[in-house]
């Protein structure tokens, strides 16, 4: 049977991928009867999003169902980390086209490269890239980090730097400028990219159950955020 901390573990992440994932869902719908572009690549980026938090779920999931954890253990990194990049893509790409429109391809060309260099270090590097803890199998959730000095965790810290700077600060930059509804909006947009990256970060290095509790149930409205920023 799961132990608490796995228990914690577990809701959690399913929480963050259930809210995600109703709120991609709603955006869709939305995009597909306005024709509206922007909300495609919103329920994009926010189902991408939910999926970072896959590991523990499945993990979660088997442990609960079959007490026994994800076999190989590298497969729970894998889960979660490998939608890193088309996340980044397509969170810039709904950025650039709010923020810099004229420019954004080349924003987005420059991310798809690094998004690249970085899969190729998570794929044929996994081993070298996190540290694995499990010290009751059936019974407690997987436990991974970063190795911080190899290139997997400093691109992964650069996306989020660079995420927080641009679309974080960006929006409310744009909500500044902006009046009425429109102000709102981005405010709506910036709170979200915010919480995405200041939770996530926390997320991984955070070590207190009940801190991570926490964490983790700010990071559930990430998703609604968005879809207040961009629903109509």
Not at 30 to 41: Q, W
Request: hydrophobic letters at 60%; one cysteine or more; charged letters at 10%.
């Amino acid at each position: 049977m799961v132990d608490a901390l796995g228990l914690l573990d577990g809701l959690t992440a399913t929480g963050i991928i259930l809210s995600a994932t109703i709120f991609a869902l709603l955006s869709l719908y939305k995009s597909i009867k306005l024709k509206a572009k922007l909300l495609t690549i919103a329920a994009l980026t926010m189902l991408m999003v939910g999926f970072l938090w896959l590991g523990p779920f499945i993990d979660f999931i088997l442990v609960v169902s079959l007490t026994t954890n994800i076999t190989p253990v590298y497969f729970y990194s894998l889960l979660s980390y490998m939608w890193v990049a088309p996340a980044l893509v397509f969170a810039l790409w709904l950025g650039g086209e709010l923020l810099i429109p004229k420019k954004k391809w080349i924003l987005i060309g420059s991310f798809i490269v690094l998004g690249a260099v970085f899969e190729y270090f998570l794929w044929f590097q996994t081993s070298e890239s996190f540290i694995w803890t499990l010290n009751n199998p059936g019974e407690e959730l997987i436990d991974a980090s970063f190795v911080r000095e190899h290139p997997t965790f400093l691109l992964i810290a650069l996306f989020l730097v660079f995420a927080l700077v641009f679309l974080g600060i960006g929006f409310f930059i744009k909500a500044k400028q902006a009046t009425g509804d429109l102000r709102k909006k981005f405010f709506y947009l910036g709170l979200g990219f915010t919480i995405f990256v200041v939770c996530g970060a926390l997320d991984s290095i955070l070590t207190i159950p009940v801190a991570i509790g926490v964490v983790r149930g700010v990071m559930m409205t990430f998703a609604l955020w968005m879809y207040l920023g961009l629903k109509t």
